[in-house]
């Protein structure tokens, strides 16, 4: 039979700011990535993000990314490789430690905006990542772009690396996904959006947005629910898969 994982980016809240809709997408996906306060989340949210986590026996990852709330992480910065070593350190220990006081292990690391964009070509800064996840966290799953320079540094320092593809973005025809400023980057339509779901898990194929069919490899599915109409889309996703005969389970034990 074959598992896949359902992972989706929570914990975005920041003192009284409120985003995203945490509790009811965490009854839908099978894996967590939890900001870790450099781009999103502070440690109250942390903290409240992990526990509920654990009520609904979802698999726990840290998303660390760019110093940068400003921007949600999501603007390119410069840094060195000991620079990003050591900021993943920083953030993964700091999950890592909220997991463990709610008696549970940190299941996977996945990069967040441009950091993780940036490391699926520059394989320095992919490097960089990966050394910091195996020092703060040698037993977690690095968690990246399907193809990228990530997956090959996870092999490179010795962790697991797990391929993410997703639902609701186009794809350019070397397998890395369309910059969200140009035309083609979301798949707004359930539509087109599900069938390709599929197609990816069962077939290993996806449509990029020139028309040609590309290979891909899929152990986790990253969605967002962040929306009402969004997290509909979440369950229709899951139960759609279902159907399929896919098993839906944590990204752990897709890679066991």
Same mark, same amino acid.
């Given at each position: ?17 409120? %985003? +995203? %809709? ?27 993000? !992990?526990?509920?986590? =654990?009520?609904?026996?979802? +698999? ?8 940068? %709330? ?5 603007? *390119?910065?410069?840094?060195?490789? *000991? ?11 700091? %999950? ?11 299941? $996977? ?14 394989? &320095? ?26 997956? *090959?540094?996870?092999?490179? =320092?010795?962790?697991? +690396?797990?391929?993410? !593809? ?15 400023? *140009?035309?083609?980057?979301? !798949? $707004?339509?359930?539509?087109? &959006? ?45 139960? &759609?898969?279902?159907?399929?005969? =896919? ?10």
């Amino acid at each position: 039979m074959i598992k896949v994982d359902l992972n989706s980016d929570i914990g975005e809240s920041f003192g009284t700011y409120k %985003l +995203g %809709l945490d509790t009811e997408v965490l009854k839908h996906v099978t894996s967590a990535n939890i900001a870790c306060g450099f781009h999103a989340g502070d440690f109250m949210v942390m903290e409240k993000t !992990v526990d509920i986590a =654990v009520q609904n026996n979802v +698999g726990i990852g840290a998303h660390p990314g760019f110093p940068d %709330l400003q921007g949600f992480g999501r603007r *390119q910065m410069k840094l060195t490789p *000991q620079e990003v070593k050591n900021l993943i350190i920083y953030q993964v220990g700091a %999950l890592a430690a909220f997991a463990r006081a709610a008696g549970k292990s940190l299941q $996977h690391v996945k990069a967040h905006g441009a950091l993780y964009n940036m490391a699926a070509k520059d394989p &320095a800064l992919a490097e960089a990542i990966a050394a910091g996840v195996k020092a703060a966290a040698p037993d977690a799953i690095l968690l990246g772009l399907a193809g990228s320079e990530m997956v *090959q540094a996870a092999k490179k =320092v010795g962790l697991k +690396g797990a391929q993410e !593809v997703f639902a609701d973005r186009g794809y350019n025809p070397d397998g890395t996904l369309v910059p969200r400023s *140009q035309p083609g980057a979301m !798949v $707004h339509d359930p539509k087109i &959006a599900i069938p390709r779901v599929i197609r990816m898990v069962t077939e290993g194929k996806v449509t990029a947005i020139n028309g040609e069919d590309i290979d891909i490899c899929a152990d986790s599915i990253c969605v967002h629910g962040d929306n009402p109409e969004a997290l509909e889309f979440v369950h229709n996703i899951r139960t &759609a898969l279902e159907d399929a005969g =896919v098993k839906v389970v944590p990204l752990g034990e897709v890679m066991a």
